[in-house]
């Protein structure tokens, strides 16, 4: 090594250090012993302690954490990171390849069918081959900044070799491995902390830990397993994973590469058999396109592609006995009976109760009090009942009946026509409030900050808001009186209030909470109707043609509107001051037929932007085809942006888009 030129040696020990964690994390084999690696480092510490300007941002040293910080930042992702639409059995999966088969008119399709991680999904973004940023999934397009944290895993190159794109993001998940989180938690053990009750609960808490030096102390992992854009040259899954392994990314060698649905089959049945003799906890199956060239042509939709799959695995099951069965009430009224179970293990969580849905589902299982049932997490995560094990058995309890009125504030309780569940329909009822004052403030509807559970909590359980509008005549006096509410905090809440007056009619529709109404439906209505009193005055027959309304949908809005109780509930709120119009120009057609993909930082919410282009005729797509007709860009558009510009299709800046529409 070299000697007498500081600059040079810490260049070499960074080699060193790298190619020895490449070895020991991705290829799972040594050259120098544990000793050696801590003489190389704390080598390089010394060297960076006395020439603080041989310092790089891909130093191994970082490896150790930063200091605390006192809140996350936020990432946007472009193109966002999809969820995977679910498939439990063969019949789905082939309903599934035969849509694709069908769409891309292809006779056989070729299949990679890779380990579905239970950990956390994570996006790593490279510039000039280190690594600059990372961020959780989060809503899909935005995530939160956890670079110094990601920083601390071992498995995860700082640097990438020369070989990488100037600008390359690497997707994938973190997790642990079942022999690490055991040696985590005997280490917890001995120091008298609790210990973690399963990875993957754990990996998620650890990588949001604000003092990144937490996170170094515990081993997670990484597996890459997808890049967010294209790569040149770079024609199939197995290519992408032979390149991520090429830059020093740990990739799943269990993947599995197979052609039509019976290879897929047998692929997913032998990594289920394999599941409790792998090293970290998988819950099912990925299954993708091989062929990057059909993923584009397969498309995506908002949420998930159109190309993959997750093949969810059985959940395993235990016993527990049925203490009980109470019946909770949600922000729309809906009752729901909840079993009160005696404490059992299901996949390293505590279970102790579990949701029966509805009356129909507690007689089809017939469950009542006292019996043994078996319960599992769906998913590996929702905790359900599957069986009653002492059906058919004597001495058991009595039938499970619903209350006749409800269990919060005994007021009416109906079962509507057509539906499973029974409701509460007394709109002041104290846990619908709670409930629709939560979502009331949410970002997507009044975007009312200071507006939290606690203080929804407080609100409703003092006897200060006893309906929505109430909200309207609290005074700074009334919360600056409340515990750990001070001045400021209740005049910012005052003005939060005051200015949620304006908001659109779209907001003010999904802040309702109508059943089946999120906020791309509730765009899409307000686009058709642009004032309260027209979406107040219209048939039923007038909402059905609007995107994203169908006759369940289009009946809960009339009912809404039609109904003496909820109508109590839009008359208190347009006294309070509210008066909401749909503040976008006409409805054009010029976007009409249009295929649409939106890129990079935008004004407005994505869901919106999306929601405006629906209801101008437009179809929306995640990401940029040969059959994409128009791309909007904002700042900081990425891969989709350069894409377009190869396929020479026209871009647009959002005051473009918004022209459009007008």
Request: proline content about 6%; overall charge neutral.
């Amino acid at each position: 090594m070299t000697v007498n030129d500081p600059a040079r040696e810490a260049a070499e020990l960074r080699e060193l250090l790298r190619r020895h964690s490449r070895l020991y994390y991705i290829e799972d084999r040594t050259e120098i012993t544990d000793e050696q690696y801590d003489s190389l480092m704390e080598r390089l510490r010394s060297l960076e302690s006395q020439y603080p300007g041989l310092i790089t941002p891909d130093s191994p040293t970082g490896r150790v954490g930063a200091e605390p910080r006192t809140a996350f930042g936020s990432v946007i992702h472009d193109p966002p990171m999809l969820s995977l639409d679910n498939v439990f059995d063969q019949t789905e999966f082939l309903a599934f390849h035969n849509r694709l088969a069908r769409e891309l008119s292809e006779s056989s399709l070729d299949y990679a069918v890779e380990p579905k991680l239970d950990g956390v999904s994570l996006s790593l973004v490279y510039q000039d081959g280190v690594l600059v940023k990372a961020g959780t999934r989060g809503d899909g397009v935005h995530g939160e900044d956890v670079t110094d944290n990601v920083r601390t895993i071992r498995s995860i190159p700082l640097k990438l070799p020369i070989s990488a794109p100037a600008r390359v993001t690497v997707r994938g998940e973190v997790f642990f491995m079942l022999s690490d989180f055991a040696l985590l938690n005997s280490r917890r053990e001995k120091r008298g902390e609790v210990p973690f009750k399963n990875p993957r609960n754990a990996a998620s808490g650890s990588l949001r830990q604000l003092d990144s030096r937490v996170t170094a102390d515990r081993p997670l992992s990484f597996c890459g397993y997808a890049l967010g854009g294209s790569l040149p040259g770079v024609k199939t899954q197995g290519m992408l994973l032979q390149r991520l392994s090429e830059w020093g990314f740990h990739v799943r060698k269990e993947t599995v590469f197979t052609r039509d649905p019976d290879g897929v089959t047998g692929a997913c049945a032998r990594l289920e058999e394999l599941r409790d003799r792998l090293p970290m906890e998988i819950d099912g199956a990925v299954i993708k396109l091989d062929s990057i060239e059909l993923r584009s042509m397969a498309g995506e939709l908002s949420r998930s592609p159109r190309w993959a799959v997750a093949w969810k695995f059985h959940a395993r099951e235990v016993a527990a006995s049925v203490l009980g069965i109470r019946v909770q009430v949600g922000r729309t009224g809906k009752l729901t009976p909840v079993a009160e179970l005696s404490p059992v293990s299901v996949g390293g969580v505590t279970v102790t109760s579990a949701t029966l849905h509805n009356l129909d589902e507690v007689r089809r299982k017939d469950v009542r009090v006292g019996d043994l049932v078996s319960v599992r997490r769906a998913g590996d995560v929702i905790p359900e009942i599957t069986s009653s094990l002492s059906a058919g058995s004597e001495g058991r309890g009595a039938q499970f009946e619903m209350p006749p009125g409800c269990p919060v504030c005994c007021g009416p309780v109906i079962r509507p026509e057509g539906e499973a569940a029974h409701r509460c329909i007394n709109p002041d009822c104290p846990a619908r409030l709670r409930e629709s004052i939560r979502h009331w403030a949410s970002r997507k509807a009044m975007d009312i900050q200071g507006l939290g559970d606690s203080l929804a909590e407080r609100l409703v359980g003092e006897g200060y808001v006893k309906t929505l509008a109430d909200l309207y005549g609290l005074t700074p006096e009334v919360l600056a009186s409340m515990e750990r509410m001070g001045e400021k905090s209740a005049g910012n809440l005052i003005e939060q209030l005051e200015q949620s007056k304006k908001a659109e009619l779209s907001r003010f529709i999904h802040g309702l909470g109508i059943p089946g109404v999120g906020a791309v439906t509730a765009g899409a209505v307000a686009l058709r109707f642009r004032n309260l009193d027209a979406l107040k005055g219209c048939a039923l027959e007038d909402l059905l043609p609007v995107e994203g309304v169908g006759p369940v949908t289009a009946s809960a809005v009339r009912s809404f509107f039609d109904d003496p109780v909820t109508s109590r509930v839009i008359r208190g709120l347009r006294e309070a001051g509210f008066e909401p119009v749909q503040d976008a120009g006409p409805v054009g057609t010029r976007l009409a037929g249009q295929i649409i993909v939106f890129t990079g930082a935008l004004t407005m919410p994505r869901e919106e932007a999306e929601a405006l282009a629906v209801a101008s005729g437009a179809r929306t797509a995640g990401s940029v085809s040969k059959r994409t007709t128009l791309v909007v860009a904002g700042p900081g558009a990425g891969s989709k942006l350069e894409k377009a510009t190869e396929l020479g299709i026209p871009v647009i800046s959002e005051d473009e888009f918004q022209k459009l529409l007008r």
